[in-house]
Structures are given as C-alpha cells and as structure tokens.
C-alpha cells in the first residue's frame, strides 16, 4: 500500500508503457498472457490457472514462442 501524494499515473507510468504489446487470449479454455514481439512473434509471457497441472503442461511454458490461427 502506497501512500503518497504522488499522482498513481506517474508512479506505474512506466509499467503502463510496457503493457501496450501485451494480450490476453483464451487457448483450450486457459487464459493467457502473450507478448507481441517487434518481429511479430507471439510469446507466451504469463498463465493464468486454477488447475495446477497446466503449469506442468509444457504448451504454456512462458517464453514459448505461439501460432494463434
């Protein structure tokens, strides 16, 4: 918890930025998080999950490059 008197914006200023190639897709009913590179390849970046086996799942290893078609 942060109290400041320093605007929200300008102190996560920079996460915001960072988001801006960030995308959130619904792959066999998983949510994940894919970053959008400056090649065009799609990289897995987070999962989301309540099931812990999908973590073992090797399809959604994070840094895993992905072709959504």
């Known amino acids: ?6 605007p929200f914006e300008l102190i996560f200023s920079v996460q915001n930025e960072q988001k ?16 959008k590179g400056e090649d065009g390849n799609l990289k897995i970046s987070r999962l989301y999950s ?4 999908d973590y073992l799942n090797s399809k959604y290893t994070p840094g895993k490059i992905i072709n959504i078609q």
Request: charged fraction near 10%; glycine fraction near 0%; aromatic fraction near 8%.
């Open 1 to 6: 918890m942060l109290y400041t008197i320093i």
């Open 20 to 35: 801006l190639n960030y995308t959130s897709v619904n792959i066999n009913n998983k949510v994940i998080l894919i970053e």
């Open 50 to 53: 309540t099931d812990p086996s």
